[in-house]
């Protein structure tokens, strides 16, 4: 706060006006660092820290499924869990931003994160996730919740939710077999544009250009 003060106090007198100086604009991202996306290895450093927070299980949890399922931070803490169906092992994503909704499959490990997560949830709510007042987890409180993350890991460059999302993409663009369309359809994109970034910069579609 302080800062600020002292950005709205300072004068400004040139050409001979006096006004106020504004505070200087946010850089844009790439001046900050060099991708907007975190690796597979990164993801699970985030999942590590999560490990010494109260709630680690519930954090370690958000971080999973939003890497995952490509979440966007509004998708993750309004998940429900009529959204998950144990038995078939799927969750309902509904997608925002005008997205398209989807059913993903959920793997062995997502389960049992979500159904301890299920028996633990004190008190039980329809959300999945949730404060220490039981109230929907804020898209705020996720945000600063990644950011300390990143920092605990050790990582050296500020981290967002969004990085998850975009750690998707990216992630199922290096895999062997994982076409643009199929990769549309799980992200929910409606323009496959929004898709291709991902595979235009995913090194798997040069492997073998050199054979040794």
């Not at 959204?83 to 398209?100: C, E, L, N, Q, Y």
């Amino acid at each position: 706060m302080a800062k600020a003060y002292l950005w709205l106090a300072t004068p400004d007198t040139v050409n001979g006006s006096v006004g106020f100086r504004q505070p200087p604009k946010r850089k844009p991202n790439a001046a900050l660092r060099s991708r907007e996306y975190l690796t597979d290895s990164e993801v699970e450093r985030l999942i590590k820290a999560a490990g010494d927070n109260r709630y680690a299980h519930r954090d370690a949890t958000m971080v999973l499924i939003a890497y995952r399922h490509g979440l966007r931070v509004a998708e993750l803490v309004r998940l429900r869990w009529e959204a998950i169906d144990f038995k078939a092992g799927t969750i309902h994503v509904s997608r925002v931003k005008g997205s398209s909704a989807s059913v993903h499959p959920l793997s062995g490990r997502e389960l049992r994160a979500l159904r301890r997560l299920q028996r633990e949830q004190n008190p039980s709510s329809p959300f999945v996730f949730i404060n220490e007042r039981g109230a929907p987890f804020a898209p705020a409180g996720f945000r600063i919740l990644i950011a300390r993350l990143g920092a605990a890991a050790g990582l050296d460059f500020r981290v967002h939710p969004h990085m998850l999302r975009h750690a998707c993409g990216f992630a199922l663009a290096n895999r062997v077999g994982t076409d643009t369309r199929r990769l549309q359809e799980w992200l929910g994109h409606r323009n496959i544009q929004h898709t291709v970034r991902y595979t235009e910069l995913s090194p798997a579609r040069f492997r073998n250009l050199w054979p040794d």
